[in-house]
């Protein structure tokens, strides 16, 4: 089996995951395989991105050899947008569990996309969607994990908010078998998610949540306390009046 820039292309092809040593985005290239009917389950991975990005467009450091940064494609039975909306808290969730288990790091989950260690960023999530007007057509879920990068690999703006599996642990981890690890997980949740939706993983989001009971300044101004998550994954915060805000989409940004 041949080696391609640290991963074993060979065992990659061998489960059915489209690599590439470097893409633009791994969620742009999962999208071009949904327009040419790829089926659900289909996995892009790259070594490297040159375009990836999180919510509202920000870039993603992927430099090759250090991290994990892949997409899976779903096609979910016939489900609503706003029903639907929520996979991003499960697969959150359940990743953050699953890291826990697998590498001993306490990954937690800061509303509503991020996979933290500390106040530090180690992950993130990003879905996808194209819909008709009556349900989804399709759901890309991609994720960019910090997997064995050195403090100097980070730009220095990233340095002091960043961290990877190895800062944490001081060990390196091979990353196709968290990657398999991971997609296994991964795609149990989400057949979960779309037989019950977000309920089996409420309790969990809430257990391992870097954002409830702390002050939170919101991206579009205001601050308040994270008080609850509700069962539709909308954050409830609540200002120093006691009056109760429900955010189902922006930001929070501390």
């Avoid at 995951?17 to 742009?28: A, E, K, Q, V």
């Avoid at 994990?145 to 690999?153: F, K, P, Q």
Wanted: aromatic content about 6%.
């Amino acid at each position: 089996m041949s080696r391609c820039d640290g991963f074993n292309a060979g065992l990659l092809c061998a489960h059915g995951i489209h690599y590439f040593p470097r893409l633009g985005s791994t969620n742009d290239q999962a999208r071009r395989l949904a327009e040419d009917g790829a089926p659900g389950g289909t996995v892009v991975l790259a070594d490297a991105q040159s375009a990836g990005r999180g919510r509202r467009g920000r870039a993603w450091h992927s430099p090759p050899g250090k991290g994990l940064y892949f997409s899976l494609l779903l096609r979910p039975p016939e489900m609503s947008p706003p029903a639907a909306a929520p996979l991003t808290l499960a697969a959150a969730a359940a990743a953050a569990r699953k890291l826990r288990q697998s590498t001993g790091v306490p990954v937690a989950v800061k509303w509503p996309n991020d996979l933290l260690v500390g106040a530090k960023k180690l992950g993130g999530i990003l879905t996808e969607a194209r819909c008709n007007e009556r349900a989804l057509l399709y759901i890309v879920l991609g994720m960019g994990l910090n997997v064995n990068h050195r403090a100097e690999d980070f730009p220095p703006e990233l340095r002091g908010s960043a961290t990877s599996l190895y800062l944490e642990r001081g060990i390196a981890f091979e990353r196709i078998a968290l990657l398999l690890d991971l997609l296994e997980d991964l795609r149990r949740s989400v057949e979960l998610f779309f037989q019950e939706g977000f309920a089996p993983f409420l309790p969990l989001w809430k257990e391992l949540s870097a954002t409830l009971g702390r002050e939170v300044r919101l991206a579009g101004g205001g601050a308040g306390k994270a008080v609850d998550l509700d069962a539709d994954g909308a954050l409830l915060v609540e200002d120093e009046q006691g009056r109760r805000r429900r955010l189902t989409c922006g930001e929070i940004v501390s």
